[in-house]
């Protein structure tokens, strides 16, 4: 059996914390990433046949929804209450990698959360949302959760619209229509950590990769870490220019017209309607 500490998807999660730590996006426990991993790489460095610990899911949160479709399925998970800005020195404590139980009612944790933990307090919405993005691209295996500082700031100063707001990011970045063609959708302030906004994220995630809780942070999907990330990096980026011109008069933009050409030379498929042509 090879040593977890040295698995890639061990190695990826701790950069990628750390990174969103760093970009100081993941303040105190804030922010929470879920990545599935397939049996076949999780078998290279744990037997799966040792379960450490059960965790009821109530445990993990109420549970009024239907995980079914992820029963069996494997993830490595932040854990709740614990800091982004810990992951990288102490992954045992702060991660942990669960399987869903075969009632669809508990998990299995099978490494990790050393001190007893348990996933972060948003795994339903994080459940919800893999089980939404599957059904769209079923290679998508990451779900991360963040409070990126200049989009949250945009929040308060922007109306959010899901046309006007992702109008607006588009025109920020000339590359942001290419990477989030889909644009982004939002959802109004909803309580955290409950299975009401876990449903209404996973149902915005049918539609969009990116999805705004509004004054409170954003929820990225994708296929790798690095996609995810990229994602959230894109979106903060573009927020990040708005924040630092919305005061000003606007001398130049990006045109609708300019972004068409763009989607047309990367051949991507784009909310036309998102645009003002
Ligand atoms: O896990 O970010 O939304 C801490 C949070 C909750
Ligand atoms: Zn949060």
């Not at 950069?15 to 804030?30: P, S």
């Not at 606007?250 to 051949?267: A, C, Y």
Request: hydrophobic share 40%; glycine share 8%.
């Amino acid at each position: 059996m090879k040593d977890i500490m040295t698995a890639p998807f061990v190695r990826e999660m701790c950069a990628t914390a750390a990174n969103m730590y760093r970009l100081g996006w993941d303040e105190r426990n804030g922010g929470n990433i879920s990545y599935m991993l397939d049996e076949k790489e999780v078998k290279e460095y744990l037997d799966i046949d040792n379960v450490i610990r059960d965790i009821p899911l109530m445990g993990v949160n109420e549970v009024d929804f239907d995980i079914t479709p992820l029963i069996g399925k494997y993830f490595i998970v932040t854990g709740t209450g614990k800091y982004f800005k810990n992951v990288e020195g102490d992954p045992e404590t702060n991660l942990g990698i669960v399987r869903i139980g075969k009632d669809g009612k508990h998990i299995e944790l099978l490494w990790g959360f050393k001190d007893g933990g348990r996933p972060t307090s948003e795994f339903p919405a994080h459940m919800m949302s893999h089980m939404a993005r599957l059904k769209v691209d079923p290679e998508n295996r990451v779900v991360i959760h963040s409070h990126p500082t200049n989009t949250l700031a945009m929040n308060f100063v922007h109306e959010l619209d899901e046309k006007k707001f992702t109008h607006t990011l588009w025109e920020m970045c000339t590359e942001c229509i290419v990477v989030f063609p889909e644009g982004v959708g939002i959802l109004p302030w909803m309580l955290c950590g409950t299975s009401e906004i876990g449903k209404a994220t996973a149902k915005k995630m049918e539609e969009f990769r990116l999805v705004v809780w509004a004054m409170h942070g954003i929820y990225g999907a994708g296929k790798t870490l690095d996609e995810t990330f990229g994602l959230i990096e894109t979106v903060e980026k573009a927020a990040q220019i708005y924040m630092l011109i919305c005061n000003r008069p606007r001398v130049n933009t990006i045109k609708d017209e300019d972004m068409v050409k763009l989607v047309e030379l990367f051949g991507v498929k784009y909310r036309k309607d998102f645009l003002d042509l």
